[in-house]
């Protein structure tokens, strides 16, 4: 098993933003080098501040609200403090919104371009979100 995991991180789909954030935090606190890279529909709902909730895409995400699991923005913030992880907001997303670093959850670490990403991902495991 790779000892490196990178995330890709795209979809607004509650039941995506939540898988994300549990392979991102489970993977961290293993002992993983996890770097996540958020971007696309994903981007809005770390906005610093945002209580914004994501649609679900089918039952599975209902039952996640209902049942009160720990929300993704906090696996996310769990995966940095506990395991390590850096998260880096996309680049191209950011300018697209007109988001600036400070505008995002302070547990984003610097922007990164896609090329800048793919490079550091290689050697290890992708996910796509």
Same mark, same amino acid.
Request: charged letters at 20%.
């Given at each position: =098993?790779?000892? @490196?995991? &990178?995330?890709?991180?795209?979809? #607004? %789909?509650?039941?995506? %933003?939540?898988?994300?954030? /549990?392979?991102? &935090?489970?993977?961290?606190?293993?002992? =993983?080098?996890?770097?996540? *890279?958020?971007? /696309?529909?994903?981007?809005?709902?770390?906005? @610093? #501040? &945002?209580? $914004?909730?994501?649609?679900?895409?089918?039952?599975?995400?209902?039952?996640?609200?209902?049942?009160?699991?720990?929300? *993704?923005?906090?696996? +996310? $913030?769990?995966?940095?403090?506990? #395991?390590?992880?850096?998260?880096?907001?996309?680049? =191209?997303? /950011?300018?697209? /919104?007109?988001?600036? @670093?400070?505008?995002?959850?302070?547990?984003?670490?610097?922007?990164?371009? %896609?090329? @800048? *990403?793919?490079?550091?991902?290689?050697?290890?495991?992708?996910?796509? +979100?």
């Amino acid at each position: =098993m790779s000892e @490196k995991m &990178s995330i890709v991180l795209v979809s #607004g %789909l509650r039941e995506q %933003l939540q898988m994300a954030g /549990m392979m991102a &935090s489970v993977g961290a606190v293993s002992g =993983m080098e996890v770097t996540v *890279f958020v971007s /696309m529909n994903a981007l809005r709902y770390f906005l @610093k #501040g &945002s209580t $914004e909730a994501p649609p679900a895409e089918g039952p599975m995400g209902k039952l996640l609200e209902e049942k009160k699991a720990p929300l *993704f923005r906090t696996l +996310f $913030e769990q995966a940095v403090e506990l #395991g390590g992880a850096r998260v880096h907001p996309c680049t =191209m997303a /950011m300018d697209i /919104m007109g988001v600036e @670093k400070e505008g995002l959850e302070p547990y984003f670490d610097e922007p990164l371009g %896609l090329t @800048k *990403f793919l490079s550091d991902a290689q050697g290890g495991q992708v996910w796509s +979100f």
